[in-house]
DNA sequence: CTGTTAGCGCATTCAA
DNA sequence: TTGAATGCGCTAACAG
């Protein structure tokens, strides 16, 4: 009768390894860990004994035995509307977890839709020469410039909500904004059912790379599936409160059939200012919006948006972390694992 | 000048506070997790110390120097449709991170919709005495005893997907079904538009509480406000797919103007033979179901399906661990951080 | 009631 | 090329 002589589920250590293999603790260790100066034989053994045992490192362990710190730069737009604030938010969540999750972030604040001050910014933290950055991009060619440097000096670089060209940057954390403008148009199509009359749309600023990717989105859905739907120009709101309302207003006026919208930048409450007066008066405009402030959560609740799509800035902010930490040991990414959801929100399904 | 007296942004440990609070290591220990033991004169330096430094512990180190392994109990249906296998997957991925989360999880299977052999399996379970148990509840009389011992071993018992009566368990990892219900009724109503017919419903056994759930949801939205709609007795399929396919073949063929479908339950491969040849032959019939699996999604695409909700059993499972451990560890939980949210697809959404 | 001390699993000097 | 010894931040015997 064997009774001891199994390790039960007790997982396998570096000490087990080492008996295993019949060499030191170290040795264990540089195989382990890739490091140079250990006889091809005895990589073998300790190799063998690793699959025999089927050892696991205990990454805990491991992070707590080297104290290391991944040094973060987070360069954040200071926009003024409740989904930047929420990405703000975010960072600062992971901040605060930094001590427990061995990062260092430092968050650098730039003017909004500034290419050159975002360049400057980027500039700026290459020299601190961090383990990563991360960044909300703006498509132009400073940053593009800024962005080729930092992986000139082996810096991994994610993108933040929106994305550069592929290539320039390691990862993008963020969702793909084709699809979200086509879910838009799915569900402003299919609520409009066989309503006729024209639909507009409102931007942020069409030269950021998601704004165009969500217009482009909801283009060919329209035309796609909608064709019936008279799709405006969009607007361009430049996600301020007072154009964007003064923008709907207009249209609301000069279009009398006008029986959607799609917002597809931040920033509802210029939009909203000039959307409840109509909705109030029984005017019945099938909105679509982006982000689900506190101020759109109200609209969906009060029935003046129809739909609310969502990305989580939390999620954003973490995966890049991860993707960032990954970079920094040279590992590999699981793309699928990173994925950023397009959340769907209606009245009923709210969190 | 002074150079090294601040602590920079290295931060404090236990030996830091055991210095600024002039005690012993094991003294510090003792007040971080409230043991006895102490003088409330000391408690008090001690608490001082740690609030002074802004000390927060390593909750990493602190599990590796405990050892501790959470020996918890999943009991799960051998349900075979796909979200119980992806439910079952889930666990299983949690079992594989079980050394790294310090766990231990043993996964018991028992049949479906078999309240006794819940209940027994239950019995079993508590005689193993594991710090939890997670489970996925039929809410009828054997079970609920069986739950009610586990609450006087003190055994924190989370129900998993489908709940019991409040109070019956500490914690219940799932979505809000009856909000869950009312989302797939507005978006059906509203999918539907102007058009006028009979709804059917598919269940699977309306005996489960969560499809009860869904149910009431669903009734209450459509005849708040799409009450222009016919919908018909909710048919239960018992997530058997054959009688779920002639349930819905025998409804669509007695019901010509049926015009929607909500099917609330798992199991969409029978509904899926009985609908396709309906939607090729160019009937419209707008359907919302539940569960995002491969036929699901396929079905998403081609368009038999136009919304479906999900709930992702990979959250829900890391969320119920995460209370069970708080709750074996008398910590307390944030409802809010582990509520679980109703994901709506449709085609253009789809991750 | 309080302090000393020996690890948890791993990484890393420094010697050999 | 290899090994012995030390410490990361924390917990838990075991002494006092």
Redesign the interface.
């Known amino acids: 009768m064997r009774f001891f002589d199994e390790q039960e589920?007790m997982?396998p250590t570096v000490h087990d390894i080492a008996a295993e293999a019949g060499v030191s603790l170290a040795t264990v260790d540089r195989v382990l860990n890739a490091r140079p100066g250990v006889r091809t034989k005895t990589r073998e053994k300790v190799e063998k004994a690793v699959t025999k045992l089927g050892y696991?490192r205990?990454?805990?362990?491991a992070?707590?035995a080297k104290g290391r710190v991944y040094p973060f730069t987070f360069i954040l737009p200071q926009n003024d509307n409740a989904f930047m604030r929420g990405l703000h938010d975010a960072v600062e969540q992971a901040v605060e977890r930094g001590?427990?999750e061995r990062t260092?972030i430092d968050i650098v604040d730039v003017p909004a839709f500034d290419a050159e001050a975002l360049a400057a910014a980027i500039d700026a933290a290459r020299a601190k020469a961090p383990a990563g950055i991360a960044l909300v991009a703006i498509e132009s060619a400073p940053v593009i410039a800024a962005v080729a440097q930092l992986k000139q000096a082996g810096i991994p670089v994610v993108t933040l909500v929106s994305d550069l060209q592929d290539g320039e940057r390691d990862h993008y954390a963020g969702v793909d904004n084709r699809?979200?403008g086509?879910?838009a148009?799915?569900?402003l199509g299919?609520?409009?059912?066989?309503?006729r009359g024209t639909v507009g749309v409102l931007a942020g600023s069409l030269s950021v790379r998601d704004h165009q990717n969500r217009f482009e989105?909801f283009s060919e859905?329209m035309s796609e599936r909608f064709a019936h739907l008279d799709v405006l120009a969009p607007m361009e709101g430049r996600d301020d409160a007072a154009l964007a309302q003064k923008l709907v207003e207009d249209a609301l006026t000069s279009h009398p059939d006008m029986i959607g919208l799609y917002s597809l930048g931040a920033g509802n409450r210029g939009l909203l200012k000039a959307l409840d007066p109509a909705h109030d008066s029984g005017r019945e405009i099938v909105t679509v919006a982006h982000e689900l402030s506190e101020h759109a959560r109200a609209a969906l609740e009060r029935g003046t948006f129809?739909a609310v799509?969502n990305q989580d800035a939390g999620h954003e902010v973490r995966s890049a972390i991860r993707v960032l930490k990954a970079k920094a040991d040279g590992l590999p990414v699981i793309d699928g694992q990173e994925?950023i959801?397009?959340?769907?929100?209606?009245?009923?399904?709210l969190?």
């Open positions: 589920d997982r696991v205990d990454v805990a362990a992070n707590l001590p427990i260092q699809a979200a086509r879910t148009a799915t569900l299919r609520f409009l059912g066989e309503r989105g859905v129809d799509l994925r959801r397009i959340d769907i929100f209606i009245k009923d399904n969190p």
